[in-house]
């Protein structure tokens, strides 16, 4: 009768050494990311399910639990006459041989204003090619683009 392995001691304690360092680096990329005010998602190619931070949805002033994690619950939010725009162009970057997906949205916010937010994505793929998970960061840049046109009126 073979019982579980045992682990020495100090092998246990290098392991819930790592687990503890693991959990500390966790928690200081949500705070970094959180206080930098950007978003993350994931999006593995075979499921409809998307992952949406919080940070993403109170961009937009949405509740975590206001925005479905799904493509057809992120793709709502954007301008209706520019989604099927938006998804034509991330099929492409899919279809070709590219490894990102870099774009600029209009999308809705709760309140009914509109917010500019930048996407900035890695497409990861398979050893043969096909893209199999899309993950990025979302940065809401509406204030910096008004800055802008009003230090650089068109004219």
Not at 33 to 46: H, K, Q, S, T
Not at 108 to 134: E, Y
Request: hydrophobic content about 35%; glycine content about 6%; charged content about 30%.
């Amino acid at each position: 009768m073979h019982g579980p392995p045992i682990i020495p001691d100090e092998s246990e304690k290098r392991l819930w050494q790592s687990v503890e360092e693991l959990e500390i680096l966790n928690n200081w990329r949500e705070s970094v990311l959180a206080y930098a005010d950007i978003g993350v998602f994931d999006w593995p190619m075979d499921s409809e399910t998307l992952y949406i931070s919080p940070t993403n949805k109170r961009m937009l002033g949405y509740e975590e639990s206001e925005i479905a994690d799904t493509y057809a619950g992120w793709l709502g939010l954007i301008e209706a006459d520019r989604q099927s725009e938006v998804e034509k162009k991330i099929q492409d970057a899919l279809d070709r041989d590219s490894s990102s997906y870099n774009t600029l949205h209009r999308m809705q916010h709760k309140g009914g204003s509109t917010v500019w937010v930048l996407f900035r994505s890695r497409i990861l793929r398979n050893p043969d090619g096909k893209a199999c998970r899309m993950l990025g960061a979302a940065i809401e840049i509406s204030d910096l683009r008004q800055q802008l046109a009003d230090a650089f009126p068109a004219g």
